[in-house]
Structures are given as structure tokens and as C-alpha cells.
Nanobody
């Protein structure tokens, strides 16, 4: 299973970016996908998560109202629309995927760098 993340870049504060992450290499359906964020020298933390089957979405408090996670189950692609970006959003963003395979194993993408200048 492979996850390919893209969409990071340099943006000014107040601007927007849209990250995407595509899953390949498995015929299994997706149970959930999430975006995590890691600032330099910090631990990786959850930014947003989406669960299929009516499970809904979750966001960390700092991004509520600014970021939106969405998922296309057929394309096996998750997006993170990031609006009103702040310098403190700077970091590497990773996506992960939990497949409907009966295990709790998470698959991770390689990360994409987001830099927000003030």
C-alpha cells in the first residue's frame, strides 16, 4: 500500500493551500484517513480525520473553521483544504490511511512541507 501526498508549498499568511493524498496498491476499502502535522522539533499531531460510513470528521481545535478534510472513496483520495493559513501552521503534513482489513494498521504517506510566511 502506498500513499502519495502532494500540494505543499510556500504561502503568505492568510493564504490557502490544498493538500491531496492518494492511496494505491490495495483493493480494500478505506475505513478512515487523516492528516497529521509535525512542526520542527515537535511530535506529529493529528490535524483532521475523516471516517467513512457516516463516521464524520474531526479537527484539532487550532484548525477548526479554517481547514476542511474531504474524501473520495472511489478515487481513494483525501484532501485538506487549508484556508486563512497562519505562520504557526508551518510544518510537514503527513497523511495516513486505515483500510477495512480487520487490523488497526495505519499506512503513512511521505509528508509534504507547508511553509507560511508572515
Amino acid at each position: 500500500v502506498q500513499l502519495q501526498a502532494s500540494g505543499g508549498g510556500l504561502v503568505q499568511a492568510g493564504g490557502s493551500l490544498r493538500l491531496s493524498c492518494a492511496v494505491s496498491g490495495s483493493p480494500l476499502r478505506i475505513h478512515s484517513m487523516a492528516w497529521y502535522y509535525q512542526a520542527p522539533g515537535q511530535q506529529r499531531t493529528m490535524v483532521a480525520e475523516i471516517t467513512t460510513g457516516g463516521g464524520g470528521t474531526k479537527y484539532t481545535d487550532s484548525v477548526k473553521g479554517r481547514f476542511t478534510i474531504s474524501l473520495d472513496e472511489v478515487k481513494k483520495t483525501v484532501w485538506l483544504q487549508m484556508d486563512s493559513l497562519k505562520p504557526e501552521d508551518t510544518g510537514v503534513y503527513f497523511c495516513n490511511c486505515d483500510l477495512l482489513d480487520g487490523s488497526a494498521r495505519l499506512y503513512w504517506g511521505q509528508g509534504t512541507l507547508v511553509t507560511v510566511s508572515s
